[in-house]
């Protein structure tokens, strides 16, 4: 069974601090990941993907992969109240049609 | 935003009784997919199409099914509703799948949330 696994969390930061993320997968064969912020009572959007071996940075978001520890991270810097989400991590894989597994997510508060 | 409608929003509806949810997009996308999203559990794929009348199951695709007759238009239907099957319900697209990340990348619509009695 191919899984992807997260801290529930709650994931409490004050204000302006850096919010770190973790997410682990047990499928050597993934290839993309991607991370998703979900509000309540919402659909989940995309925050960005990331394919190869290090960081990848989109504004406040960095992204971070190590294949050989089979880990993915997600940092927001400067974190703000309205990052307060659900954060899932997701990983497709080389095999079982491409199939996308998502993590359960990681809850995130950011104390004003 | 990706051009994807869900419908009806919101149901409830009584155990045993058929139930069928729409997915609609306008963004020509070849892939569509169906989730099902429980606390604890994330996202579960039901069922997924890769094109006009393919299909293929997820990993909870009992009790559900799918059809696909027109490119923006992909249905889930429940043949007799159990509580089980009380949910949200997310329909997604993609441009590809395994031909990288970008668009690999899935869509979401707003959701259905169910509720059988």
């Known amino acids: 069974q191919k899984e992807v696994e997260q801290n529930s969390g709650p994931l409490s930061v004050p204000e302006g601090a850096i919010a770190s993320l973790n997410c682990t997968y047990s499928?050597?064969?993934?290839?993309?990941f991607f991370w998703y912020r979900q509000y309540s009572g919402k659909s989940p959007e995309l925050i960005m993907f990331?394919?190869?071996?290090g960081d990848k940075e989109d504004g406040r978001f960095t992204a971070q992969l190590n294949k050989a520890s089979q880990y993915v991270s997600l940092l927001i810097r400067d974190s703000q109240p309205s990052d307060s989400a659900t954060y899932l991590c997701?990983?497709?894989?080389?095999?079982?049609?491409?199939?996308?597994?998502f993590g359960a997510g990681t809850r995130l508060f950011v104390k004003a | 935003d990706a051009g994807i409608t869900q419908s009806p929003r919101h149901k409830v509806t009584e155990t045993g009784t058929p139930v069928t949810l729409r997915c609609h997009q306008t963004?020509?996308?070849?892939?569509m997919y169906w989730y099902r999203q429980d606390p604890g559990h994330g996202l579960r794929l039901i069922h997924y199409?890769?094109?006009?009348?393919?299909?293929d199951k997820g990993e909870v695709s009992d009790g559900y099914s799918v059809s696909r007759s027109k490119t923006e238009d992909f249905l889930l239907t429940l043949e007799s509703a159990t509580s089980s099957q009380t949910s949200v319900y997310f329909c997604?697209?993609?441009?590809?799948?395994?031909?990288?990340?970008?668009?690999?990348?899935?869509?979401f619509g707003p959701g259905t949330r169910l509720t059988v009695l």
């Open positions: 997604a697209i993609s441009e590809s799948t395994g031909t990288g990340a970008s668009t690999d990348t899935q869509y």
């Open positions: 499928d050597r064969g993934s290839q993309s």
């Open positions: 990331i394919y190869s071996n």
């Open positions: 997701a990983g497709r894989g080389a095999t079982g049609g491409f199939k996308t597994i």
């Open positions: 963004e020509n996308h070849r892939y």
């Open positions: 199409s890769y094109g006009v009348k393919d299909t």
